[in-house]
């Protein structure tokens, strides 16, 4: 702006008839240089590097980093929306399904963009216009389904070149198929399956409405299409298998399974489910992101607790060898090489959602982070499962419930430090409005609250601190492996969880069992509710979400941020100035120019952080809340790095906010992407 200012004054406004003709080329190439300075100021940086995003987690690593550097500290805040695509898939909730969740993650890869909607409708757009070049409509069945969403796809390219179908756009569905689409025609490959998709439903037994579905992407290596599912919470021991299923991209065909049996119980194979036998039934499944070392050719899987959450007596045995795990198998068999559990017969609900991510430690040492709902953070050699500091296990509360028998100790490890609080006590119980204090110390005071792994039990309500869910969730952590430092964010909102004699609950009424899971084949029913105030805030102090930088290498924390504000939690809208973070889902994206990007609160930003310093550089009001992870793109040398990110908002935590008449405040179905200026 000052070379613009000299320039008016010395080009335009020096008027003075003194000047000779012989000093014309002189100011001629005086205000040319000024001009081109003042252009130079706006301009596009067109040397960095160009950078698709062919993975749900940028690679199969799962990192969440680009290499784009085009994007800067420098020039954040000029950032403008390029464009926005509309699904058209979003809904409050009907008479047959809940409400919608636009959590995907697009991909972009082969000059096209690809995503999925929260009915599973797959779609390719230009990644620079936004205009659309084909979607597929799977037509799913969405009866009974908890919330529609769809969290990503999956790509693969022939190196065989073959004519049909040699680039392949993956994707799970709502009503549990597996599906492959052709990335250029959107048109099904017809040699996958049956005519484009696979049964999951095959070898898993009963299965009762929208109790087993696929959420997460499906994760590519080599030739092989590797998915979980997830399992309704709660329902049943006896519950649907939680088997992990490779199989040929190219034909459909199963090559290998992990059924997580504990040892002593034999796995049934691939060849045996083949033959038509059924996998083993309650095993931990795993509804999260899976990753993978390519090189080394091992999957990081996270799994969930068995079946039924809040009650592991001895109708659930040693079902839980592998639950609330990372487990790494072999990419080429399925077979298991090693497994960490986080939580030892875990009856919390704290299942591993976060996809395992790789890191080199020191720039030697193969590492995979293990991010927990309780907000501990494992950091683990991903060729042995050997942590990288160690883990001490501690005594925790031991159950009373009749039947039950908890473990007595728990791991925590000492670096890196919990990104979550570990105990809670009377001043740290909060109210927002007058009363709201009292209200919420009486309601702690008849709580049973023996700190962190505090067991649900029968005579009153165990506080679950963190709760259901987190601590961090399926959103991760994302890597810098330039400077070796990890965000994560999580969430700090406190739930509860009651065990219910079955013949009691019998009797009591609707009011009683709001949020009540049966876990048929137990003694006990369980409720789950909130810590909340009368005025349905939360009853422990903020912040309520937090951002944390973390040192890979020395494990120590960098630096912690509140996430959020109340722009859309309080009235007249006077909580923007309320930073103290909100619940949130989804990740964070981080670029080589040391810059974080995150949406994941309920205040409907994207916002952009220093990596060095946690500053808020910049932030954007979206059209709904962003509960998914940002990616980054540049397709061509004199090209624009573009930033994407879903605003669709999710469901459940809309409903928490809000309530069920506002709920659709918090609800949309865009796709927005920004750019640099012209």
């Given at each position: ?13 020096n008027k ?8 014309f ?6 205000c ?37 550097q ?29 409400a ?72 799970g ?77 190219r ?44 090189e ?49 017969h875990?009856i ?11 890191f ?15 907000g ?15 883990v ?12 039950e ?133 939360p ?39 309320l ?23 309920l ?48 469901g459940p ?17 865009a ?7 012209n």
């Amino acid at each position: 702006m000052l070379a613009y200012k000299t320039f008016l004054k010395v080009c335009y406004f020096n008027k003075k008839p003194a000047m000779k003709k012989s000093d014309f080329p002189a100011v001629i190439a005086c205000c040319g240089a000024l001009t081109l300075a003042a252009c130079d100021s706006a301009s596009t940086d067109h040397s960095g590097p160009v950078a698709s995003w062919p993975a749900i987690g940028g690679s199969a690593a799962g990192q969440r980093f680009s290499p784009l550097q085009q994007i800067t500290a420098d020039n954040v805040d000029q950032l403008e929306v390029a464009w926005v695509y509309h699904t058209g898939d979003v809904s409050a909730g009907t008479d047959t399904h809940g409400a919608t969740a636009f959590q995907a993650t697009p991909l972009v890869v082969q000059d096209s963009m690809y995503f999925c909607t929260p009915y599973n409708r797959i779609v390719s757009l230009d990644p620079e216009t936004g205009t659309e070049r084909w979607t597929y409509d799977p037509e799913v069945d969405l009866t009974g389904v908890y919330t529609p969403s769809c969290r990503g796809v999956a790509y693969w390219q022939d190196s065989q070149k073959a004519s049909s179908c040699s680039q392949r756009i993956l994707s799970g569905t709502l009503d549990a198929r597996l599906l492959a689409v052709d990335a250029t025609t959107g048109k099904p490959c017809a040699d996958f399956g049956n005519g484009g998709s696979v049964d999951l439903t095959a070898n898993l037994g009963d299965l009762r409405l929208a109790e087993y579905y696929v959420t997460s992407a499906p994760l590519v290596v080599g030739d092989l299409v590797i998915t979980g599912a997830f399992v309704k919470d709660g329902q049943r021991v006896d519950a649907p298998p939680g088997v992990i299923r490779a199989f040929d991209v190219r034909s459909g065909e199963l090559v290998w399974a992990f059924d997580p049996v504990p040892p002593g119980m034999k796995p049934v194979s691939a060849e045996q489910a083949n033959a038509g036998m059924d996998f083993t039934r309650s095993t931990p499944n795993s509804w999260g992101n899976l990753s993978a070392d390519t090189e080394r050719g091992i999957i990081y899987v996270p799994t969930g607790g068995s079946q039924p959450d809040h009650y592991g007596g001895p109708e659930r045995g040693d079902m839980d060898y592998y639950g609330t795990s990372v487990v790494a198998l072999d990419a080429g068999n399925g077979q298991p090489l090693w497994h960490f559990q986080a939580v030892h017969h875990d009856i919390w609900d704290w299942d591993v959602a976060a996809q395992p991510v790789l890191f080199e430690q020191h720039g030697t040492t193969p590492g995979v982070i293990a991010a927990t709902k309780m907000g501990n953070i494992f950091l683990l050699n991903r060729e042995t499962g050997a942590p990288l500091f160690p883990v001490e296990e501690r005594p925790v509360p031991r159950s009373t419930v009749p039947g039950e028998r908890t473990s007595p100790t728990q791991p925590h490890p000492t670096l890196p430090r919990p990104v979550h609080p570990q105990a809670l006590t009377e001043d740290d119980i909060w109210g927002l409005y007058p009363g709201d204090r009292d209200a919420c110390l009486a309601q702690f005071r008849e709580f049973d609250y023996r700190g962190l792994f505090t067991p649900p039990g029968l005579e009153k309500p165990a506080l679950l601190w963190p709760g259901l869910g987190g601590g961090v969730n399926w959103g991760s952590v994302s890597v810098n492996p330039r400077e070796n430092i990890m965000v994560v964010n999580s969430m700090r909102v406190p739930y509860t969880a009651r065990l219910i004699p079955r013949e009691q609950a019998d009797s009591l009424d609707g009011n009683d069992l709001v949020g009540a899971n049966a876990q048929e084949g137990t003694p006990y029913v369980v409720v789950r509710g909130g810590f909340l105030s009368p005025n349905n805030t939360p009853c422990t102090a903020p912040p309520w979400g937090v951002l944390t930088a973390i040192d890979l290498d020395s494990g120590e924390t960098l630096w912690e941020k509140p996430l959020g504000n109340l722009e859309e939690l309080s009235p007249l809208g006077l909580g923007r100035f309320l930073e103290w973070g909100t619940p949130n889902t989804g990740g964070s994206l981080q670029t080589a120019s040391g810059l974080i990007f995150i949406g994941a609160t309920l205040d409907s930003y994207l916002r952009a952080y220093d990596l060095q310093s946690g500053d808020v550089l910049w932030k954007s009001k979206l059209p709904a809340p962003a509960q998914a992870t940002p990616m980054t793109y540049r397709l061509r040398k004199n090209g624009k790095q573009y930033l994407a990110v879903a605003a669709g908002g999710h469901g459940p935590l809309a409903y928490g906010a809000k309530g069920p008449e506002k709920l659709g405040e918090l609800l949309g179905d865009a796709l927005v992407v920004y750019s640099l200026p012209n």
